[in-house]
């Protein structure tokens, strides 16, 4: 019994896994899209939102805020991954999920 568990627990961590890998891939190509239409690189998007003079006080806040709610989010959906380590390192050299990110709405 503890065996057919256990298998299920890896399947449903699996397809977790599985559906961060195309959450991610999508989030990737809106990004890379954004990119082109407003013609700018990743380089100068990164300096440009990690300044914090571009943006008033009230602004800035908001980006942490969300930032952190980011952060939040990735960490509980990688809480049903086997290697979350592995995982988040995974994505981290990707450059999917890392302190640049733009939120748009």
Do not use: C
């Amino acid at each position: 019994m503890n065996d057919e568990k256990f298998e299920e627990d890896v399947q449903r961590r699996e397809l977790s896994l599985r559906e961060l890998t195309i959450n991610m891939e999508r989030l990737e190509h809106e990004y890379a899209k954004l990119l082109g239409e407003h013609g700018i690189t990743y380089e100068q998007l990164k300096n440009y939102i990690n300044n914090q003079e571009n943006f008033s006080p009230a602004v800035w806040q908001v980006i942490q805020a969300e930032k952190k709610k980011l952060s939040l989010k990735l960490d509980l959906a990688l809480q049903g991954v086997k290697e979350p380590l592995k995982v988040k390192k995974t994505l981290n050299e990707q450059g999917s999920i890392q302190s640049h990110w733009l939120f748009v709405r």
